[in-house]
């Protein structure tokens, strides 16, 4: 006889047969509710600083310090999304660039300060042990403000958050060449100020926002800039920034990297920021740094151009904070520029006294020396161009006959190859894990997205490269070919060691690379990403095409046209980021291009807040479509101009037909009036003519008679 059993005794058996599994799976559920539904713990200053190898604090500054929670990236919206010029920004909760953030300041910080040339610890005394730094240098910052949008402020935060003591922003009403501006800061000042407090993790009272007038209109252009950064240093003294504090004074879209900041704050020796190493001579004093490029997108990369600014002095040197008894301004022209033989470049060691510095110096005259980033094992070398290994390499391999051979030291290079292709191994598989992870999320994005938009399940083509990438295909290789011939003749030692390495590779292309070769190419490109930049600037990353123009148009540089012109040939970096935002290939004679493969083809380290894929992808739409919309405005600007053009010359075709008209009315009542006037004149001549024929005739007869 058959047992029926309902759906609860069903239900009963098989959790009976199966009760280990589900004995561990209730426990992991709780386990893993416990440890995900936990708040994060708030991370204070003092413990990211214990973290990355401080000497120990006070227990009442680590207790004031830790009461200081973190804000999320919702907090910062929720204050400024009744704001104008937002932008884009990123949906990801803050733990996201934390979890970033924490990772870079967990690094070794030996190692750290190695990549810089620096030194972890120092060694005053010479008999005792090399020393940490006591505590970590304060850095301030400061930048003048304009029109820059929410979402570069985010960006800049993601990198700096909870390093700087002190901020300052500079406002003016006034462009660089004196176009009037409204404010969009100063205005709401307290609120602002309490905006970025939060959003950078600034101490309070500790960002200041300040007005700068100054209504004369021979003030202009550099001066009127110099004299607008100066102000930040006025506002640095009011925070109480003292002589061994760090000044960094740049524009609002350059930030350094988060390990460089964290590089400054704890190695102790520093020659160019420690007072007793330079005394504020130009030519030994500031560090300079090795900014990479972003245009206007996360995916638009300029490749093969660094800028190098912003500059790094210490308060010793500065205006208003160094010593005044021993330094004194440098003497400068009407442009506010140092004479000559007062420069970093040009200093005259026979000047009475070193100078210190004004804020126009941190752009004008600059560090006294380029900092990048560098391989551990080879520190004395900047690895500006690709080849500088290979040199060394060859020269290992193939030693002088000459020379005699030492096999300790033989042993010892063999070594540091070993370490150095390890080292690269690591931080090659990092990226790859990274790559990974990003494409798994977009796939699974798309995907996501694809079975929302299409139920049936029925297959579409989809175009899965995002825009701005400029991935090769079979049907580019003409095209890349050419590229790479202009590449050849703009970077000749770059193309020349790329194609050695490739012959010395001997890969066969017909079947798959092997692991060796592979590692041997991701070498090269690490190398090239990884050993440069300590600085990011995030150049146009604007909200609408008006306020683009309105820059080009009223600030450094201003072009007439700039309401008329495309943009790709208002400037030749708005170029470039056009190209891109169409994802079009960049022009052959373009003399930059960007970065084929976008974000994901760079090594680290990169800016934070680009490591969101969602966001990356929404940026670049945005700046897709700004890019089509401010053009398409700007031919209706450009029609409606002609039509008014068109109408003023109808208008003064019709005055000057109107004019014609009058002047020949005028004409006709002229010659209507002088017409009697002159039969007139006609008839007193003929009665002259009359009377004079007359009297001829009269002393004719009288003579006859």
């Known amino acids: 006889m058959a047992i029926t059993l309902t759906k609860t005794e069903v239900w009963i058996a098989a959790l009976v047969r199966h009760h280990r599994l589900v004995i561990t799976f209730l426990f992991g559920l709780a386990v893993g509710n416990k440890i995900f539904s936990a708040p994060l713990a708030p991370l204070s200053s003092f413990v990211e600083y214990a973290d990355i190898g401080f000497a120990s604090q006070s227990q009442s500054q680590s207790q004031s310090q830790s009461q200081q929670s973190k804000p999320s990236v919702s907090d910062h919206f929720d204050y400024y999304k009744d704001e104008d010029n937002i932008g884009i920004v990123s949906t990801k909760d803050p733990s996201y660039f934390r979890a970033y953030q924490e990772e870079i300041d967990s690094l070794n910080d030996e190692t750290r300060c190695k990549r810089y040339g620096f030194q972890l610890k120092s060694n005053s005394n010479n008999n005792g042990p090399a020393t940490l730094r006591q505590k970590p240098r304060r850095i301030f910052f400061g930048s003048l403000v304009a029109t820059e949008s929410w979402e570069l402020f985010e960006i800049v935060a993601a990198e700096t958050y909870g390093i700087y003591e002190g901020f300052v922003l500079v406002e003016s009403n006034r462009t660089q060449n004196f176009f009037a501006r409204n404010l969009t800061h100063y205005n709401n000042k307290e609120k602002h100020e309490e905006i970025i407090e939060k959003m950078f993790g600034i101490p309070p009272k500790k960002t200041k926002i300040r007005l700068y007038v100054n209504e004369d209109p021979k003030l202009r252009d550099i001066s009127r800039e110099y004299a607008q950064r100066n102000d930040i240093l006025n506002g640095w003294k009011d925070l109480g920034m003292q002589p061994d504090d760090v000044a960094i004074l740049s524009d609002m879209d350059e930030v350094l990297t988060r390990d460089f900041l964290r590089a400054i704050q704890v190695c102790s020796v520093i020659d160019e920021i420690d007072y007793s190493s330079h005394k504020c001579q130009p030519d030994k004093m500031g560090l300079r740094t090795m900014t990479q490029i972003y245009e206007g997108s996360a995916e638009c990369i300029v490749e093969h151009r660094t800028w190098f600014h912003p500059s790094v002095f210490v308060g010793h040197c500065i205006e208003g904070i160094g010593n005044t008894t021993i330094h004194k301004p440098s003497p400068r022209d009407e442009w506010g520029e140092r004479l000559s033989g007062w420069g970093q470049s040009d200093w005259d060691a026979s000047k009475p006294y070193t100078p210190l510095y004004n804020g126009g110096d941190f752009r004008g005259t600059g560090g006294a020396r380029n900092i990048n980033l560098m391989m551990i094992e080879s520190q004395d070398e900047s690895f500006e161009e690709e080849d500088d290994e290979e040199i060394t390499e060859e020269r290992a391999q193939a030693p002088d006959d000459n020379e005699p051979q030492d096999e300790h030291n033989e042993n010892e290079n063999q070594n540091q190859n070993e370490n150095k292709e390890k080292r690269i191994e690591e931080l090659v598989h990092e990226q790859v894990q990274g790559d990974n992870q990003l494409r798994e999320e977009r796939n699974e994005n798309e995907d996501t997205s694809e079975k929302k938009e299409n139920p049936s399940g029925k297959k579409q083509v989809r175009d899965k490269i995002p825009l701005g990438f400029d991935e090769a295909n079979e049907s580019d290789k003409e095209e890349e070919i050419e590229n790479d011939e202009q590449d050849s003749k703009e970077h000749p030692s770059v193309v020349e060691d790329q194609d050695k390495k490739r012959n010395n590779e001997d890969i066969d292309q017909g079947s798959s690379r092997s692991i ?112 089509i919309a401010d053009d398409a405005q700007r031919i209706e600007n450009v029609l409606e101009k002609a039509k008014e053009e068109l109408e003023s010359v109808t208008l003064l075709e019709k005055k000057l037909e109107k004019i014609k008209e009058e002047r020949e009315k005028e004409n006709a009542s002229r010659s209507k009036q002088t017409q009697p006037a002159k039969q007139s004149a006609s008839k007193n001549n003929s009665a002259a003519k009359s009377s004079t024929i007359a009297k001829k005739i009269n002393w004719g007869k009288s003579v006859n008679d």
């Open 516 to 627: 060796i070769a592979r590692r041997r190419l991701s070498m090269t490109k690490t190398k090239r990403h990884y050993n440069v930049y300590t600085a990011f600037h995030f150049h146009n990353f604007f909200t609408d095409g008006k306020t683009i123009r309105f820059k080009y148009r009223t600030y450094g540089h201003p072009n007439e046209d700039a309401y008329s012109l495309k943009l790709e040939d208002l400037q030749r970096d708005l170029g470039l980021m056009v190209h891109c935002a169409r994802n079009e290939r960049d022009p052959r004679d373009s003399k930059y291009k960007r970065v084929r493969g976008g974000f994901e083809s760079l090594d680290p380290f990169t800016p934070i807040y680009f490591k969101d894929a969602d966001y990356r992808r929404r940026r670049q739409k945005f700046v897709h479509d700004m890019v």
